[in-house]
C-alpha cells in the first residue's frame, strides 16, 4: 500500500489530493447549482447531471450542502471517500 501513489503524503504532511478539498467546497458553495466542483474533482458524468437538475429543479442545493460537507471532513476523510474511492454524490 505504501508504493500506491494516491495514498502518499504531500511535503505538507498531507495525503495527496487534500489540497483540492478546500477548492472544491468553495465551487460547491458558490457555483454548486453548475455542478463546477464535480467538474474540479473528475466527475464528468455527475457533473452533468447536477446541471441539469439545476435546470429541471434545486440542483445548486446539492451543490451547497456538498460544498459544506467537503469543507467539514477532515483531509484524510475527503481523500478517502473523494479522490480514492471516487464517491460521486455526498
Not at 467546497?25 to 474533482?41: A, D, E, P, Q, T
Not at 464528468?44 to 456538498?66: A, F, H, K, N, R
Request: charged content about 20%.
Amino acid at each position: 500500500m505504501a508504493d500506491d501513489p494516491q495514498v502518499s503524503a504531500s511535503p505538507t504532511g498531507a495525503p495527496q489530493g487534500a489540497d483540492k478539498k478546500v477548492v472544491a467546497g468553495i465551487l460547491g458553495i458558490l457555483l454548486g447549482s453548475l455542478g463546477i466542483h464535480k467538474f474540479y474533482l473528475g466527475y464528468t458524468t455527475e457533473g452533468i447531471i447536477q446541471i441539469l437538475l439545476s435546470l429541471v429543479c434545486v440542483g445548486g442545493i446539492i451543490g451547497l450542502i456538498e460544498g459544506i460537507i467537503y469543507l467539514t471532513k477532515s483531509d484524510e476523510e475527503f481523500v478517502e471517500t473523494y479522490i480514492r474511492n471516487k464517491r460521486g454524490w455526498f
